[in-house]
């Protein structure tokens, strides 16, 4: 089943095309690592996909949805978790998955025990009542992620989700979206600068350079490319961007 597919997309600013002219399909079930080096159009292609930017030409679809005209059906189908958390500092966190569990109109009891375990593993009871201001930048990231995956989403937009974590709380990160994927079966897009990151969840790459995509592929196929010089993940991504 095609969840995305994005045909054609282009997008400049001023001058400066920032997305020419790529095409990429996503299927329910990808877990697709999209990388490039800052300024390569990632957040561009995500922004426009979210429907916070729009573009110069081409065609977006979502769930079946044309994004330029029916964007409003999308309404709680997508998970979208930025390099921001989205959160409200001056309320607690308590407050702020309540608000949001309103604002989208989650049926907690849908997935009552999955929610639950979201809870327990980011210890709400021990954090609901603080505001969410004089959380560690760890904890706020853990509370922005639980907000978004008990959305149920079938569409996951994580961009760079482990940015500033510790090493705890990003195997904590890494246990729910395997959890979730499991559970759901999601298709996933993940931006990340860590390919420890990218090789413990993607099942496939996606890489832009210079506003295209020069290399789609599975993860798998993406590894053979170092095997026979014994290269690792990160050697074989610096070739791409940097060749």
């Not at 995305?4 to 997309?9: E, P, R």
């Not at 030409?57 to 978790?81: E, Q, R, V």
């Not at 949001?100 to 109109?105: A, S």
């Not at 390919?195 to 969840?201: C, F, K």
Request: include cysteine; hydrophobic fraction near 40%.
């Amino acid at each position: 089943m095609v969840v995305a597919d994005v045909s054609g997309l282009s997008k400049s600013y001023k001058n400066k095309k920032v997305l020419d002219n790529i095409s990429f399909q996503l299927n329910k079930g990808d877990i697709v690592g999209y990388l490039g080096k800052n300024g390569s159009g990632k957040t561009t292609t995500i922004n426009i996909l979210v429907g916070l930017l729009g573009y110069d030409a081409g065609n977006i679809s979502i769930l079946g949805y044309d994004i330029s005209k029916d964007y409003n059906s999308l309404y709680g189908k997508l998970g979208i978790m930025f390099d921001e958390n989205g959160l409200y500092n001056k309320m607690t966190v308590k407050q702020n998955l309540d608000y949001f569990v309103k604002l989208y109109k989650v049926d907690l009891r849908r997935n009552k025990s999955f929610v639950s375990e979201l809870y327990k593993e980011m210890d709400y009871e021990s954090i609901k009542n603080i505001q969410v201001s004089k959380l560690s930048k760890g904890m706020k990231r853990m509370v922005a992620l639980v907000r978004t995956l008990m959305m149920w989403p079938e569409l996951l937009i994580l961009d760079e989700p482990f940015d500033g974590i510790d090493i705890e709380n990003r195997c904590s990160f890494i246990n729910l979206i395997k959890k979730y994927y499991q559970a759901k079966k999601p298709t996933i897009i993940l931006t990340s600068h860590v390919m420890a990151d990218i090789e413990e969840l993607a099942n496939r790459i996606i890489i832009l350079k210079d506003s295209r995509i020069i290399l789609d592929q599975s993860i798998e196929d993406f590894k053979a490319q170092g095997a026979d010089d014994a290269k690792s993940l990160s050697e074989i991504y610096l070739s791409k961007i940097c060749g």
